[in-house]
C-alpha cells in the first residue's frame, strides 16, 4: 500500500501565497502520476494539479494556471500556491495514480487531506 500525508495548509489572506506538502510512503512505482485536488465548500473534488513521475510534464486545471506549480523532490510532492483567492478555500487532497502505458491504473492512492481557507 501507499499511504500519502499531506500537510501545511492553514489560513491566509487572499493575495497570500502558501506552499502544501505530500509526503508519500510505502509501496514505491515505476511509472505514476502525483497530483492535487481540492474541494470547496458545498462542492465535489476537482482537479488542481498533476505531474508525471519524471517531472517533465505538468498539467494545471485553467482556475490555477498562471498562480500554482507543482514539483516533486523524491517522495514528497509540492504545490505552491500564489495569488490566492477566496474561491481556492478548500479541502486539497494528493493523490497517486500508477501509470501502465500511460493509463492510470486503479486502486488510486488519496491523502486525508489539509484545509486552505482563504479569506478575502
Known amino acids: 500500500q501507499v499511504q500519502l500525508v499531506e500537510s501545511a495548509g492553514g489560513l491566509v489572506q487572499a493575495g497570500g501565497s502558501l506552499t502544501l506538502s505530500c509526503a508519500a510512503s510505502?509501496?514505491?512505482?515505476?511509472?505514476?502520476?502525483m497530483a492535487w485536488f481540492r474541494q470547496p465548500p458545498g462542492k465535489e473534488r476537482e482537479f488542481v494539479a498533476r505531474?508525471?513521475?519524471?517531472?517533465?510534464n505538468r498539467y494545471y486545471a485553467d482556475s490555477v494556471k498562471g498562480r500554482f506549480t507543482i514539483y516533486r523532490a523524491e517522495n514528497t510532492v509540492y504545490l505552491e500556491m500564489n495569488s490566492l483567492k477566496a474561491e481556492d478555500t478548500g479541502v486539497y487532497y494528493c493523490?497517486?495514480?500508477?501509470?501502465?502505458?500511460?493509463?492510470?491504473?486503479?486502486?488510486?492512492?488519496w491523502g486525508q487531506g489539509t484545509q486552505v481557507t482563504v479569506s478575502s
Open positions: 505531474i508525471m513521475w519524471s517531472g517533465g
Open positions: 493523490n497517486l495514480d500508477e501509470l501502465v502505458a500511460g493509463m492510470s491504473r486503479r486502486p488510486s492512492y
Open positions: 510505502g509501496r514505491t512505482f515505476s511509472t505514476y502520476a
